[in-house]
Every structure is written in structure tokens, then in C-alpha cells.
């Protein structure tokens, strides 16, 4: 123990003991009103969203946190909807013009908004499809999905797919799902996704649609070429698209609970938490069960989170006395969405960089397991930052496993990026993960204090601490 004080500097008694003021019974109220159906899973720009901001305000206010910037809000602008007007959005396969926008036919995400009249190529092989193109190009080509959801960098994703028959000479992109994908043949939802848009035209086509479809462009001519065959319709498919952005306004809630010592002050620790989850799901939005519409309550992701930053700011104002550099608090909007309130955060910092000394992030804190694991990661990024982690184990009730790398999965990497040592914590993954069933009452209310107390004392040792600080990259 005198050794760990020797390295990190005093932690003032009275701290220590203001972890007792962190209560599991109101860490789990807050994850409950939080996760409640009241407010839908708190989807950006929801009504839900703005209510659980205008909560953690509430308690940033009562705590006597100081805003940072004129308000507590952080304001930035989010694209949440993408909206294909009717008048403008048609699907005509030569005189067939039974196609029905969101009935048998849907709009990728990424198309681009265009209106293409060309013929169609149609093979069974992927790799046919692409040689047709490039004698054929300009044409609109039909390709079997091979992957339901996909991050647009797999090579099997539609974005993937369709990018290589863009670069190969196709009009357009007629997706269809194979049967031994998805029986249901549901229909990709137009949501905002983070992939560029391509400059071509992309859908997506009901199998049953497909069958009729031929039919309308009169069969075409098979082709066979150097052994290979595909067809080429007779007739033009014209498809329009237009994609029309909806963007809202969003907030991460910023404060700080100032520090007392007159030069340390103007330094800063960032302890962080998304507040928002997945609404009501679908397609597109990083729902495990697309297929489900259902509230997404998202208790663990990320109630759990907010909540113990409210209850450890709480903790933290009432021992401001006793800190020395500054503890800056966020909840940070659209983590969901890809990481975007924290990103936006990073890229218009409040503060100088160099005074912002470590930032703490807390993703998913309320399944703590049997074997009381807390799991840390990046704790490499800062020097001494294992050892001093490690060092708060003895009596916390808690077996924190340490990573010095491994920074991923949640809004600390944002911060990462920029070279600012974090860690982020967590309890790990469970099956109800990014469904609607991370509900409140699966939360381990006692284990979420316990995680909530290890890191109002880091933060209590952290703002104190006379070790030198610095960047240390990890893998
Ligand atoms: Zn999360």
C-alpha cells in the first residue's frame, strides 16, 4: 500500500470514503426510468433521447456541475432519416410498373439518386455478372446477395458487391436475397448508415418481384462467352431514386466539477457514458434481431452507463473540495449511430488538448458476472495506467481485468484518435446484447455500484495523482 501511495500521490481520506455515498438502489432507478418503454429506447432525435438529456441535465444541475460551454448541451447536427418521396422514386421494368416502393422493392442506404434507363444483365455467378459488365457496361446488373449485414468493407457486403460492379461499368444495382439467406425476403431498410453514398443508383428486389420481373423485360439474350453465360434483357428497366437527408439536431451533455488546486485545475479528467440506444431497432440501426420492431430499452447499453456517471459525479461534487485537477462529465449522444457524439466532442474540444490528461469511458457496466470481472481496456495508453488500475482491486468486491491495449468498442476510441490516453470499462458482453431484452431487470444492480465505486476511486486518485502523464499508443 505505501508503495502504490508513493507512486500515485496521496488520496485524501475523506474521497475514499465518499464512495459509500454510491448507492446500488439509485444507480438502478436512474437505469430504470433510462431503459424505460417512457422513453422508447432512446433513438437520436427521439422524443425518448430528449428526455433522457434533459434527465442527466437535471442531474448535472442538482450535482452543481459548471457547464463548459454556454449550456450544458454540446449541439451537432446528425443525418436520422432518409426520406424517398414518392413523386420521385419509381421502379418500371419495361411496361411492368406494378413495383411498389417498400412493398417490392427498397432503396439501399448508399444508392446514389439517380434515374437510370438501361438494359439489365443477369448471371448466376458473381464473377460472370462482372466480366458481362465490362462488355456490356452501362447496364443495370442483377447480383444474389451474399450477405445480410455486412460492414461496408467486407467483401460480401451489398456495399462491397455493388462498388465492384460500379467500378466495372454498371447504370445501377439490382439486388436479390437468395432463399438460403433469408426466407422471409425482408426488404433492407433506407436508414442512415456511415458508408459514402455511390454515385449509382442501388435497390433491392422482393424474390417473388424477380420472378415477374423478366417477364416485363421480354427474357433477353443469353450470351455465352469464353464458356460462361449470362443474359442481357431486351427491354430497359428504368429505376429513380431519390434520397432526401433528414438531419436533426443532437447534444452530448458537457460539464465540469471544478478542481481546487490553482494550477491543477486547468487540467482535466473526462469521465464519459452514452446516453442513447437503438430505438425501435431494424435494419441498419446494429439491432441483433433486425426483423424484430420492438423497444430496444438498452438497460446495459447504456443505462448502466449513464447512470453510474450520474452517480459518481454526484459522488465527485460533493468531494470537490478534495480534488485537485478538474473532472470533466458527458454523456455523449448517437454512440450507436458510429461513435458520433464523442467524435464530435473530439473534433471541437472545449478545452486545450494537453490539459485534457486521461478520459475514462463507461459502455455497459450492469451485467457484472460471477466472477466479479471488470474489464478494462487501454489502460496502457497513460504511463503506470495497469498498475493503478490494478492497484484499487483490494476491497473493491471486484476482479478487474486489465488490458494496456485493446482500446475498442465505444466512444474512448474517439479520443484515442486524437492521442489522448483512455480507458474504457465494461462487464461484458451477454445474449441479450443489442436486442430488445437488455431490459432493467437483468441489471446486477449490487455489481453496478461496485464497478461505479472502482471508478470514483480511480477518478479520486487520477485527479490527484503526481506521476507524469503522457500518450502511450497501443495496438
Ligand atoms: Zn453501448
Known amino acids: 500500500m505505501k508503495y502504490i501511495i508513493f507512486l500515485f500521490g496521496l488520496i485524501a481520506p475523506g474521497l475514499l470514503h465518499a464512495q459509500s455515498s454510491i448507492k446500488a438502489k439509485r444507480l438502478l432507478k436512474n437505469v430504470t426510468y433510462l431503459a424505460s418503454d417512457e422513453l422508447a429506447g432512446r433513438w437520436p432525435g427521439s422524443a425518448g433521447d430528449s428526455a433522457a438529456r434533459k434527465f442527466i441535465i437535471q442531474q448535472f444541475r442538482q450535482a452543481g456541475v459548471i457547464p463548459v460551454l454556454n449550456s450544458y448541451e454540446q449541439n451537432f447536427d446528425i443525418t436520422v432519416k432518409l426520406e424517398a418521396p414518392a413523386a420521385s422514386n419509381f421502379f418500371r421494368a419495361g411496361n411492368d410498373t406494378s ?47 451474399r450477405k445480410l449485414m455486412a460492414p461496408a468493407s467486407d467483401s460480401l457486403s451489398d456495399y462491397f458487391l455493388a462498388k465492384e460492379a460500379a467500378r466495372n461499368g454498371a447504370a445501377g444495382v439490382v439486388f436479390v436475397t437468395p432463399d438460403s439467406l433469408d426466407k422471409k425476403d425482408a426488404l433492407v431498410r433506407l436508414r442512415p448508415r456511415k458508408d459514402e453514398p455511390l454515385g449509382i443508383p442501388v435497390v433491392q428486389l422482393k424474390r417473388e418481384a424477380s420472378k415477374n420481373f423478366l ?9 455465352v462467352h469464353d464458356g460462361e453465360t449470362f443474359l442481357v434483357s431486351n427491354r430497359q428497366l428504368t ?5 432526401d437527408p433528414v438531419t436533426i439536431p443532437a447534444a452530448n451533455v458537457v460539464g465540469v466539477i471544478e478542481g481546487n488546486d490553482p494550477v491543477l485545475k486547468n487540467e482535466y479528467i473526462i469521465l464519459g457514458a452514452h446516453y442513447d440506444h437503438l430505438g425501435y431497432g431494424g435494419y441498419g440501426t446494429g439491432s441483433l434481431k433486425p426483423d424484430t420492431t420492438a423497444i430496444h430499452n438498452g438497460a446495459d447499453d447504456n443505462a448502466s452507463g449513464t447512470s453510474a456517471l450520474l452517480e459518481i459525479t454526484g459522488a465527485l461534487a460533493r468531494n470537490r473540495n478534495k480534488l485537485k485537477r478538474s473532472i470533466m462529465v458527458i454523456a455523449f449522444a448517437a454512440e450507436e449511430e458510429g461513435l458520433l457524439g464523442s467524435q464530435y466532442f473530439a473534433d471541437h474540444l472545449p ?23 471488470l474489464y478494462m481496456g487501454g489502460a496502457g495508453t497513460f504511463p503506470g495506467g495497469v498498475e493503478f488500475m490494478k492497484s484499487l482491486e483490494k476491497g473493491s468486491g471486484l476482479r478487474p481485468v486489465v488490458h494496456a491495449g485493446g482500446v475498442g468498442g465505444s466512444d474512448h476510441i474517439s479520443f484515442y484518435r486524437k492521442g489522448i490516453s483512455c480507458i474504457g470499462f465494461h462487464t461484458g458482453g451477454h445474449p441479450q446484447y443489442h436486442t430488445p431484452e437488455d431490459d432493467a431487470h437483468l ?33
Open 443 to 475: 441489471i446486477n444492480a449490487k455489481g453496478l455500484e461496485k464497478a461505479a465505486k472502482y471508478i470514483y476511486r480511480a477518478i479520486a486518485g487520477l485527479s490527484n495523482r503526481e506521476q507524469e502523464w503522457g500518450f502511450v499508443k497501443q495496438d
Open 99 to 145: 413495383f411498389v416502393f417498400n412493398r417490392t422493392y427498397a432503396i439501399l442506404p448508399f444508392s446514389g439518386s439517380a434515374t437510370v434507363s438501361a438494359r439489365v444483365i443477369l448471371a448466376d455467378e458473381h464473377k460472370t455478372a462482372m466480366k458481362a459488365l465490362r462488355q456490356f457496361n452501362n447496364s443495370w446488373v442483377l447480383l444474389w446477395r
Open 239 to 243: 429505376v429513380s431514386v431519390k434520397i
Open 351 to 373: 478545452v486545450a488538448k494537453n490539459s485534457i490528461k486521461l478520459m475514462l469511458n463507461m459502455d455497459m457496466l450492469g451485467r457484472l458476472n460471477a466472477e466479479n470481472q
Open 215 to 223: 417477364e416485363g423485360l421480354d427474357k433477353g439474350r443469353l450470351i
